[in-house]
């Protein structure tokens, strides 16, 4: 797989990332621990060298399968991992003061089986804290050798700079994709002035953009997509017209829909990467496969034109959560 550098840091990962947080969180029950590390070894055997990961997911136990799932590889993978919320708990609210990311820190060394963390991200902005003091705290860790490299996740712009200009943000972690394009308004812009690489998460709308849902799909009691307005049955039934704009394309180009959703993304910018997640070894190869699939300028506009009017319905977050993004 092709390399990309994240902005200007200098930090190189594959085109494509992994997201590990559906292993053990979010979308339904946890899988088999040994299961779970089979998927992320099928990615690095892929050529993934770029996991995801956070104290958040599980909580606790997503770092731990990661960690043990890429000891034997260490040196040639980058691990991202966060902090940012009360016991590791995003209901809880946020939580970035200096000694709790300390704490984060070094509970995620040894869960991550791992002397120093490549990517550390702040998971969400926290409002109680001054974004130079959480900058500030993490340039000591970096200055300490137990972080390489500071990262900010679903922030805002004002939120970005402020940081920047205390300790260079290497990438910025925020939900982008063909239905969700919110950050080509303020933050792409943003990123390209300061150097800063883009790291979009659900770039496969949390499995929507792959065809594989629609307004008869029941999930599972404990997945979150339950209480996402977004995934309300009428949603997910006014939100086919996009999913069936994006099947012409792909059926056009002999790729799935979930391969153009991801190619479409590489092809923005060059430091921009994807980090898709799966628990399934064959969605994998599929989502692989998205980065050898080259777009010309003809299909960004055949793109563009086909999903140009179409008005996503639902928010895509509810509740408390959705105050934590874009501070």
């Known amino acids: 797989m092709q390399k990309r550098i994240l902005g200007r840091s200098g930090l190189e990962v594959s085109a494509l990332g992994f997201g590990c947080m559906g292993l053990s969180h979010g979308f339904g029950p946890p899988m088999d621990k040994n299961e779970a590390i089979k998927v992320i070894r099928a990615a690095f ?44 708990m995003p209901g809880q609210g946020a939580d970035s003061r200096p000694e709790r990311i300390r704490v984060v820190a070094e509970a995620a060394l040894k869960r991550l089986r791992t002397d120093f963390i490549d990517l550390f ?32 996740s679903e922030a805002g712009v004002a939120a970005i700079r402020r940081a920047h200009a205390v300790q260079p943000v290497t990438a910025l972690q925020s939900e982008y994709s063909l239905w969700w394009r919110e950050p080509e308004q303020k933050i792409l812009p943003t990123l390209e002035e300061l150097g800063i690489g883009f790291v979009p998460f659900s770039p496969l709308g949390k499995g929507f953009l ?15 997509r339950n209480t996402v307005p977004r995934f309300a049955p009428d949603a997910r039934k006014a939100n086919q017209i996009l999913v069936d704009a994006l099947g012409r394309i792909a059926e ?16 923005q910018k060059p430091w921009l990467v994807p980090i898709p997640g799966t628990t399934k070894v064959h969605r994998l190869e599929e989502n692989l496969g998205g980065a050898a699939v080259t777009l010309t300028s003809a299909d960004l506009a055949a793109i563009l034109e086909a999903i140009s009017g179409i008005e996503v319905q639902g928010d895509r977050y509810s509740g408390s959560y959705k105050n934590l993004v874009n501070r």
């Open 45 to 88: 055997d892929g050529g993934v060298t770029f996991f995801d990961t956070a104290e958040a997911y599980g909580p606790f136990t997503n770092e731990e399968v990661v960690g043990e799932a890429l000891a034997p590889v260490r040196d040639r993978v980058v691990i991202a991992t966060k902090f940012g919320f009360v016991n590791g």
């Open 252 to 267: 056009q180009k002999k790729v799935t829909m979930a391969q153009i959703a991801l190619a479409w993304l590489l092809a």
């Open 121 to 152: 991200y702040q998971h969400r902005v926290d409002p109680k804290v001054p974004i130079e003091e959480v900058a500030g705290t993490v340039k000591d860790l970096i200055q300490e050798g137990k972080v390489r490299h500071f990262g900010m």
């Open 210 to 224: 792959t065809g594989a849902i629609s307004d008869k799909t029941e999930f599972d009691p404990t997945d979150f």
